[in-house]
């Protein structure tokens, strides 16, 4: 029996992807760099999991090229063939392209710019990111020419190992910087603006289970898999993504497979993932060992059992961002609320996180205005204001912010 569910499965992933739709992926994972980089450890095992995902969302083998330690010339080159690909099939192909390693950014022509590092490439100067590097905005740029259905276009990268330095001396040039809506693209990065993350595969974990999950759009996919990890990253960790897409698009299908009766397993995974208690992921791990969403509730697990940071690492990052929150830097307060709406290093204060929110969202923080939203359309910790609500959605639905606007259609 369990055999048969999985064949009817498999069929039904097949069936869900249009005859006419072709799918294709590029994933790139860098680990070989020299040590004035500073070696990785996990972008292998990155894209392994990202292929897994992708196949179970019914991408086929053959339309999945996987390049492991490359260089500059074979990254440009893979790319080159991947839009290529998408540009035979023109509307009815979809791409993905996802790369795990170091990235940062440099400024050029005045103008600063995301780069992903070729492996064995001896970066020690953001200045050098223009020549030796690979550059975002060309890819982001050559995929869009594609004119495909949809593309999604995913970095992971901008570790915290790297120790770039620019003639500034400036931080930031360890982290991407924000890119700007295209059409028919969807853009994510493990991290937020101007800063990093750690080699700990969180991302690839979480966005491997999501877009292998029947019944949601992409979209929303990408949605819960940046949540999960700014769950685990608070602060200035907090990813981003940019979203252009034309139409709804679902990886493993729209609609979820007929499953009238949860299977065992199904709750035990919803019940793992639900609990902060580490002894029910690990009954979850003892019971269903060959489990499909093992590696995910692995590392729930494993960041779980972490340290948290101290209070006064808590409290002193909290202080910062409300500090420079009143000294007018508007990131700032997008943070500030943040970190009033979870109670990190702070108690929790539902009122102020909506003041921190509405400061961003009137400065043109459009994720704020949808954050505010939310919580006043819910009521969470707040009074319900559906006319506020609406008028904050409808603030980021113009600003761009494509989930505003697919809120307000669901509302309607």
């Not at 005859?19 to 790139?28: F, G, T, V």
């Not at 500073?38 to 996987?66: M, Q």
């Not at 009815?92 to 990235?103: A, K, L, M, R, T």
């Not at 035990?268 to 002894?279: I, N, V, Y």
């Amino acid at each position: 029996m369990r055999f048969l569910a999985l064949v009817l499965v498999t069929i039904w992933l097949a069936l869900s992807v249009s005859a006419q739709e072709q799918r294709y992926a590029l994933l790139i994972g860098n680990e070989d760099y020299p040590a004035v980089v500073g070696p990785l450890s996990l972008p292998h095992e990155d894209v392994d999991r990202i292929r897994g995902g992708l196949e179970r969302a019914g991408f086929a083998p053959g339309n999945i090229t996987v390049l492991k330690d490359a260089t500059q010339s074979e990254m440009n080159l893979a790319i080159a063939e991947f839009s290529d690909r998408l540009s035979q099939d023109g509307a009815n192909s979809v791409g993905f392209f996802y790369y795990s390693g170091h990235g940062g950014s440099a400024e050029a022509s005045g103008v600063r710019q995301n780069y992903l590092i070729p492996s064995k490439t001896p970066v020690t100067n953001a200045s050098q990111l223009p020549i030796l590097g690979v550059s975002v905005g060309g890819l982001i740029d050559s995929l869009a020419a594609a004119d495909a259905k949809a593309v999604f276009i995913v970095s992971d990268a901008c570790r915290n190992t790297l120790p770039l330095t620019s003639s500034k001396g400036g931080e930031s040039d360890k982290g991407m910087v924000r890119v700007n809506a295209r059409s028919g693209l969807f853009i994510a990065f493990a991290t937020a603006d101007g800063a990093t993350a750690p080699d700990d595969g969180s991302f690839s974990t979480a966005l491997a289970t999501q877009i292998a999950t029947p019944g949601q759009t992409a979209d929303r996919a990408f949605t819960l898999a940046l949540r999960e990890v700014a769950n685990k990253r608070p602060g200035n960790r907090l990813p981003f993504s940019v979203d252009g897409l034309r139409g709804d698009i679902c990886f493993a299908g729209c609609d979820a497979p007929p499953s009238p009766i949860a299977t065992d397993e199904q709750v035990a995974l919803g019940q793992a993932l639900s609990s902060d208690d580490p002894a029910v992921l690990e009954e979850f791990l003892r019971r269903f060992p060959n489990s499909h969403s093992i590696g995910y509730v692995e590392t729930r697990l494993a960041n779980l059992r972490q340290a948290d940071p101290s209070d006064g690492t808590k409290q002193a990052q909290a202080r910062k961002a409300t500090v420079m929150c009143k000294r007018g830097q508007d990131s700032a307060c997008y943070n500030a609320a943040i970190y009033y709406a979870t109670g990190w290093g702070v108690e929790k204060d539902m009122a102020e996180a909506a003041r921190l929110y509405g400061i961003a969202c009137e400065a043109g923080g459009h994720e704020a205005c949808f954050n505010l939203a939310l919580d006043l359309k819910s009521g969470n910790g707040i009074p319900q204001d559906q006319a506020e609500s609406r008028r904050l959605l409808l603030k980021a639905c113009d600003g761009g912010l494509d989930r505003a606007c697919r809120e307000l259609q669901n509302g309607q």
